[in-house]
């Protein structure tokens, strides 16, 4: 499996599917979700409101699947990510599960390439470098997909997780 990471926009990345920070209502938001829904026009945003009618919305850690509407991708993969709140409320484990259950969802629907933002790190305000351990952690022990690109969009990401990565070879 390759894993990498690279200073981007991850509404621009070309492969099988994207991942989205969603919210549980999956009616969209701000951040990199806004971004994946402004980009990935309307059928994204319809395939969630159809989700939402059949099942609800999205719990934290749990994940769906749509289409990617107008992106490059064929797949945008949904996943709640948790807010911190100072490590006592199972935070670390919620965000273990948003990739460990991205990365099942992707091998169920033969993905072979994902890419991944940083989930939490933003307005939910996880610690970016324990969050970048637990990404890089989780999708080491789950080599069940060929490639992983870790997306950071915001320099101080894109370096600890370069870090994390040269420093495992």
Same mark, same amino acid.
């Given at each position: ?8 926009? !991850? ?12 919210? =549980? ?11 994946? $829904? ?21 719990? =934290?850690?749990?994940?769906?699947? =749509? ?17 911190? $709140? ?10 273990? $599960?948003? &990739? ?13 390439? !994902? ?17 970048? @351990? ?5 999708? @080491? ?15 101080? $990401? &894109?370096?600890? &997780? ?8």
């Amino acid at each position: 499996m390759k894993i990498s990471c690279v200073l981007g926009d !991850i509404t621009k990345i070309k492969v099988d599917a994207i991942v989205n920070a969603a919210n =549980t209502s999956l009616l969209g938001g701000g951040g990199v979700d806004g971004a994946i $829904n402004k980009a990935g026009g309307k059928a994204i945003l319809e395939a969630c409101i159809a989700i939402r009618n059949k099942q609800g919305g999205c719990k =934290t850690g749990e994940v769906v699947i =749509t289409t990617a509407g107008l992106l490059p991708a064929q797949h945008v993969i949904h996943t709640v990510g948790p807010v911190w $709140n100072g490590g006592n409320k199972n935070e670390e484990q919620l965000l273990k $599960n948003c &990739y460990q259950n991205s990365l099942e969802l992707a091998k169920k629907h033969q993905i072979n390439r !994902i890419a991944f933002p940083n989930i939490s790190t933003g307005i939910h305000k996880f610690p970016k470098v324990k969050a970048a @351990k637990i990404a890089v952690d989780i999708v @080491k022990l789950n080599p069940i997909v060929d490639e992983v690109i870790f997306v950071c969009f915001d320099d101080e $990401n &894109y370096r600890i &997780y370069r870090e994390l990565l040269a420093n495992d070879g």
